[in-house]
């Protein structure tokens, strides 16, 4: 699925905007399941500046290349048992077809149990030689995630502080804005003194008779 720059940028902070970047859609992705999630995580942070809203889409697209890598986990272990049920003999159409099969997932189809059966296999059984046989490709991809998983609690944490500096700012500034109130309010109580002292003083001392 291809993505229309146009519509990318509308959804995009005006940071990464600036910097030229766009959604990273790779094909096969689905532009409206980014928008949506991107959109819910934003929404979720409460982010509402620019610089916010950047900080969101960053965690969302390490949760977004974290599914990636779950999904590339999955495509290798299929491909791992389609491997299994196949060799180098085998046709191009029947391997093709073979692959079809597994990745459509339908694991209770007779077709499908037919094939695992002709191969001395279960379910459960090729699934674990496929796993068994790819460990070092899952590994690798294990890895990744970690990776991605440091980062993400790295600019959550950021984000945090971020949050939190804004919040003082507004604690600071609705301070200062009560300190202001209450020292006018002195200045005003004070003058008020003032000028009622003047006033007394101002006013004629009854004479005393004599």
């Given amino acids: 699925m291809t993505t229309d720059p146009k519509e990318t940028s509308a959804h995009t902070s005006k940071v990464t905007q600036a910097a030229g970047g766009t959604w990273p859609i790779l094909p096969g992705e689905s532009s409206a399941v980014y928008k949506k999630g991107l959109d819910a995580t934003v929404k979720e942070l409460s982010a509402t500046t620019d610089l916010q809203i950047f900080m969101a889409e960053k965690i969302f697209q390490c949760i977004w290349w974290m599914r990636r890598y779950e999904t590339q986990k999955q495509s290798v272990i299929l491909e791992g048992m389609v491997s299994e049920l196949t060799n180098y003999t085998t046709p191009a159409d029947k391997r093709l077809a073979i692959r079809q099969l597994i990745f459509g997932q339908t694991w209770d189809d007779k077709d499908v149990k037919q094939l695992i059966n002709q191969h001395g296999h279960t379910s459960a059984s090729l699934l674990e030689e496929a796993m068994s046989n790819r460990k070092d490709e899952l590994i690798k991809l294990d890895q990744q995630i970690a990776l991605r998983m440091k980062t993400l609690m790295q600019l959550q944490q950021s984000y945090e502080a971020l949050v ?39 006013k004629p001392k009854a004479k005393s008779g004599k």
């Avoid at 003082?168 to 804005?177: D, F, I, K, S, T």
């Fill in 164 to 202: 939190n500096r804004s919040i003082m700012q507004e604690r600071l500034r609705l301070q200062n804005a009560l300190l202001k109130r209450d020292l006018e309010a002195i200045d005003v109580q004070e003058v008020k003194q003032v000028e009622s002292k003047i006033s007394s003083d101002d």
